[in-house]
């Protein structure tokens, strides 16, 4: 968290009102939180237009007027908010402190005022999260030296291509091989346990063990997924759990529930050290 879906549909929201402004100030008051590239300095993209906002994997991607670029990742935490005094025009990202709540809050450590009057916000309660300036003809260069995997929304993404990333794994269970970014880039922990119940395949299934049949399922539900919270809202999961009256998340956080399509009671195992839930009889264990 965030995981693509976040990240996507902040692309989006946040698009409309920074495409074709420039940003007048910023600071980073946390020096670990900034990475400087090609001689440049955060005050290299001053007095340039915002061109176009892009996603690789769970990075966004902010291109400039004359060759500069950020490419921003939230990380675990992580959250950009553009108000205009305390209207919240845009927000996403991890959803603590609240997009409306007083800005700045000790969490913040970013601050980008544009040319409009308006500002955007960067604030991580963990100060994980990573702004790096750099030209835009390296662009491509750093998202290679990242060495992520598919993209779920490339044509290339296929059911056929992801056996093939799958089968590197011959014993991996799957669940771990999903986050995996060098795997499948911008999948987490949220929406893996997402697909895999959406394709009835238990979470320590063999990676590389997938038949035919599983992969098409697997492929559609990892798609599907990461479709509908883009389209209609990312997971929402105080304490960690889902609302009771929320029919998404449709597996993570809903250990002790019942299942959405069988009514078992969802049942929660560590994976890999992650959090895991799923349906025993929707997700049968493998033989």
């Given at each position: 968290?965030p995981?693509?879906?976040?990240?996507?549909?902040?692309?989006?929201?946040?698009?409309p009102?920074?495409?074709g402004?420039?940003i007048v100030?910023?600071?980073?008051?946390?020096?670990?939180?900034?990475?400087?590239l090609?001689?440049?300095?955060?005050s290299?993209?001053?007095?340039?237009?915002?061109?176009?906002?892009?996603?690789?994997?769970?990075?966004l991607?902010?291109?400039?007027?004359?060759?500069?670029?950020?490419?921003v990742?939230?990380?675990?935490?992580?959250?950009?908010?553009?108000?205009?005094?305390?209207?919240v025009i845009?927000?996403?990202?991890?959803?603590?402190?609240?997009?409306?709540?007083?800005?700045?809050?000790?969490?913040?450590?970013?601050r980008?005022?544009?040319?409009?009057?308006?500002?955007?916000?960067?604030?991580?309660i963990?100060?994980?999260?990573?702004?790096?300036?750099?030209?835009?003809?390296?662009v491509?260069?750093f998202?290679?030296?990242?060495?992520?995997?598919l993209?779920?929304?490339?044509?290339?993404?296929?059911?056929?291509?992801?056996?093939?990333?799958l089968r590197r794994?011959?014993?991996?269970?799957?669940?771990?091989?999903l986050?995996?970014?060098?795997?499948?880039?911008?999948?987490?922990?949220?929406?893996?346990?997402?697909?895999l119940h959406?394709?009835?395949?238990?979470?320590?299934?063999?990676a590389?063990?997938?038949?035919?049949?599983?992969?098409?399922?697997?492929?559609?539900?990892i798609v599907?997924?990461?479709?509908?919270?883009?389209?209609?809202?990312?997971a929402?999961l105080?304490?960690?759990?889902?609302?009771?009256?929320?029919?998404?998340?449709?597996?993570?956080?809903?250990?002790g529930?019942?299942?959405?399509?069988?009514?078992?009671?969802?049942?929660?195992?560590?994976v890999?050290?992650r959090?895991t839930?799923?349906?025993?009889?929707c997700?049968?264990?493998?033989d």
């Amino acid at each position: 968290m965030p995981e693509l879906p976040e990240v996507e549909a902040l692309r989006r929201d946040l698009s409309p009102g920074l495409i074709g402004r420039a940003i007048v100030r910023s600071d980073i008051t946390k020096p670990k939180m900034l990475v400087t590239l090609d001689g440049l300095e955060l005050s290299g993209i001053h007095d340039r237009p915002i061109q176009t906002l892009s996603r690789r994997a769970k990075m966004l991607i902010v291109r400039f007027d004359r060759g500069v670029s950020l490419v921003v990742h939230l990380k675990l935490a992580g959250q950009l908010v553009h108000r205009d005094g305390d209207r919240v025009i845009a927000a996403g990202g991890h959803p603590i402190p609240r997009f409306d709540a007083p800005f700045p809050h000790r969490s913040t450590h970013g601050r980008f005022d544009l040319d409009d009057g308006t500002i955007l916000w960067f604030t991580d309660i963990r100060q994980f999260g990573r702004v790096t300036v750099l030209d835009s003809t390296s662009v491509d260069g750093f998202l290679a030296s990242k060495k992520l995997g598919l993209e779920p929304f490339d044509a290339s993404f296929t059911p056929a291509a992801l056996g093939a990333s799958l089968r590197r794994h011959r014993a991996l269970p799957i669940k771990s091989a999903l986050l995996d970014q060098a795997n499948l880039a911008g999948l987490g922990n949220i929406y893996a346990d997402e697909a895999l119940h959406g394709s009835g395949i238990h979470p320590l299934w063999p990676a590389g063990g997938l038949d035919d049949d599983q992969l098409v399922r697997l492929h559609r539900a990892i798609v599907e997924s990461l479709t509908y919270a883009i389209t209609n809202g990312v997971a929402d999961l105080p304490a960690g759990k889902v609302r009771p009256d929320s029919d998404f998340p449709r597996a993570h956080g809903r250990r002790g529930l019942p299942c959405l399509v069988c009514q078992t009671t969802m049942v929660r195992i560590t994976v890999g050290a992650r959090s895991t839930d799923y349906c025993p009889t929707c997700q049968p264990r493998p033989d």
